[in-house]
């Protein structure tokens, strides 16, 4: 059974920094293009960033939102794909989500229960 | 920063079909395969249309998906009362980044 586990959520202050991780299993990780996705308390979905799998080049892509404050990366020997969010503001207080790669043409998709990340003073 | 267009609700007795359209520009859907997503409230979403009109396994057939030039569109047909959802378009924009649709709200009168 496949199974992304995401931990780290809380609350923090506007400027803080938060990590995220995601735990991931009952699938073959190392060979995954993994994404981050958020949506803030009654809003939509948006999309923040994915990492392709190494043999892919490992290269990793963000929203224009979260470029330069958020860092995506991956341990595949621990199976496990992180979120380090720095320079945090209010306007990214919201549910992120562990996921495969939700603009993926494959449609291998599965998604964590999410963790809520409240940045308030 | 490129935008999906969605309405914001949509609604339909049951058994009747409805269509969700998702507007978008040349560097994501008409460059791009969309993929559709159902969220219920309170829970993570869930695929239901991937590549355009490709449906994962244990999507029922009521769902379906298409797309032309920069548009895309989600029916559902013989509308159910647990097809009561929101539901997002989704695709890779070519400045580098995914994109979600803004959203619809599906209401089953």
């Known amino acids: 059974e496949v199974q992304l586990v995401e931990s780290g959520g809380g609350l923090v202050k506007p400027g803080g920094s938060l990590r995220l991780s995601c735990a991931a299993s009952?699938?073959?990780?190392?060979?995954?293009?993994m994404s981050w996705v958020r949506q803030a308390p009654g809003k939509g979905l948006e999309w923040v960033g994915r990492?392709?799998?190494?043999?892919?080049?490992?290269?990793?892509d963000y929203a224009a939102s979260v470029k330069g404050r958020f860092i995506i990366s991956r341990d595949d020997s621990e199976n496990t794909l992180y979120l380090q969010m720095n320079s945090l503001k209010t306007e990214d207080t919201a549910v992120y989500y562990c996921?495969?790669?939700?603009?993926?043409?494959?449609?291998?998709?599965?998604w964590g229960q999410g963790t809520l990340v409240t940045v308030s003073s | 920063q490129s935008v999906l267009t969605q309405p914001p609700s949509a609604s339909g007795t049951p058994g009747q079909r409805v269509t969700i359209s998702c507007s978008g520009s040349?560097?994501?859907?008409?460059?791009?395969?969309v993929n559709w997503y159902q969220q219920l409230p309170g829970t993570a979403p869930k695929l239901l249309i991937y590549?355009?009109?490709q449906r994962p396994s244990g999507v029922p057939d009521r769902f379906s998906g298409s797309k032309s030039g920069t548009s895309a569109s989600l029916a559902i047909s013989g509308l159910q009362s647990e097809d009561e959802a929101d539901y997002y378009c989704a695709a890779w924009d070519d400045s580098l980044n995914g994109i979600f649709g803004t959203g619809t709200k599906v209401t089953v009168l």
């Open positions: 009952g699938f073959t990780f190392i060979k995954a293009w």
């Open positions: 990492i392709k799998s190494k043999t892919d080049g490992g290269t990793t």
């Open positions: 040349s560097s994501n859907i008409g460059s791009n395969t």
């Open positions: 996921t495969t790669d939700p603009v993926g043409i494959s449609g291998f998709d599965y």
């Open positions: 590549s355009n009109n």
